[in-house]
């Protein structure tokens, strides 16, 4: 019942070094995109409303939360949230145990074990069926135990749907590390993206509960993803950024580093893939590097003299929006974000 058997089913045995079949790749891409709504459902919106429950960060309430789920986990003590630092694989010096992290071991035993203490332990705890009403779906589509098993009214089994999602991350992280990717620079971002969902849902976990439902010429009950979410709406988030906006300050447009500013290192494989990304752009007649921090550079002084001199904000132009950065900073952007 656990997401590792379900994985197993779904895409089969491959050995190492195998290309990934035209069905894996689409299955590894609806998972990508599956992740990604997930997260967008929940980061979305966070100034619509707010909760009564001091400790539910993604809920507004808690009517559609298991009973044993409230009781248990929805207490001052137990619901208090904490506060930590995300780690960026690529700054060495903000987390010393960093290079030691689980996720930067290469696929194989290590990484499958962090990866099962998370989301394989294939545990399960049970619901009523007033649970599954409240939860959106009907009970007597869904597997359960007997009613004389000892375990009152809960009898229909359910996990946390974190533990799936972490899941997915293992099998994207393992199976594209299993096929070949030519380009270095595709291969870095793609698992700065994966590092980047693990590590944002590792720290936003949800309440959210799936279930269990016989399906033809299954013999084990089949898990079903399918929750009842209470999103937050992303509007909000871009009319915020809307009326926020300062992209057109050339100031902020332009800022360089200062004198006295903290530069961080980066681990040498990521300097190597930038030289060769910028290289690669250098080829292409764009200032890349050392030069185009120059002309970064004369473009701050000349915006920071227009201040001083005229008091009022310079404005960077449409064309000037749409040109330099999107050459260069913006391109870059775009490949290591």
Request: charged share 25%; aromatic share 10%.
């Amino acid at each position: 019942m656990d997401d590792v058997s379900e994985d197993a089913t779904l895409s089969g045995h491959r050995s190492v070094g195998e290309k990934p079949t035209r069905f894996q790749r689409r299955y590894l891409l609806a998972a990508i995109l599956n992740i990604g709504v997930m997260i967008a459902c929940s980061v979305g919106g966070y100034v619509v409303g707010r909760s009564s429950h001091n400790g539910m960060w993604n809920f507004d309430s808690v009517d559609i939360v298991p009973s044993a789920v409230r009781e248990a986990l929805l207490q001052p003590e137990t619901a208090k949230s904490f506060t930590r630092f995300t780690m960026a694989p690529f700054v060495r010096d903000e987390g010393p145990d960093l290079a030691d992290h689980p996720w930067l071991n290469p696929p194989g035993p290590q990484q499958d074990r962090f990866f099962q203490s998370l989301a394989g332990h294939g545990k399960v705890f049970l619901v009523s069926a007033q649970d599954m009403r409240r939860m959106g779906k009907d009970p007597s589509k869904y597997a359960r135990i007997g009613e004389d098993w000892g375990y009152g009214d809960k009898i229909y089994p359910a996990r946390f749907d974190h533990t799936h999602q972490l899941h997915c991350i293992h099998a994207l992280l393992r199976d594209t590390n299993s096929s070949t990717m030519e380009d270095p620079l595709i291969r870095r971002h793609f698992d700065h993206c994966l590092w980047a969902i693990y590590d944002y849902i590792s720290c936003h976990v949800t309440l959210d509960v799936y279930n269990f439902m016989w399906v033809q010429d299954t013999p084990r009950p089949w898990p079903d993803h399918a929750s009842q979410r209470r999103c937050r709406a992303t509007d909000p988030l871009d009319e915020f950024y809307n009326a926020n906006d300062v992209s057109t300050d050339e100031r902020i447009r332009y800022l360089v580093p200062q004198d006295g500013d903290y530069v961080h290192p980066i681990s040498a494989e990521h300097k190597g893939l930038n030289d060769i990304f910028m290289a690669e752009q250098a080829q292409l007649g764009e200032l890349m590097g050392n030069d185009w921090l120059r002309e970064r550079r004369k473009r701050f002084d000349e915006a920071m003299v227009e201040w001083r001199r005229t008091g009022k904000i310079p404005r960077a132009t449409e064309d000037e929006k749409g040109k330099v950065d999107s050459e260069a900073v913006d391109h870059t952007i775009a490949r290591w974000a």
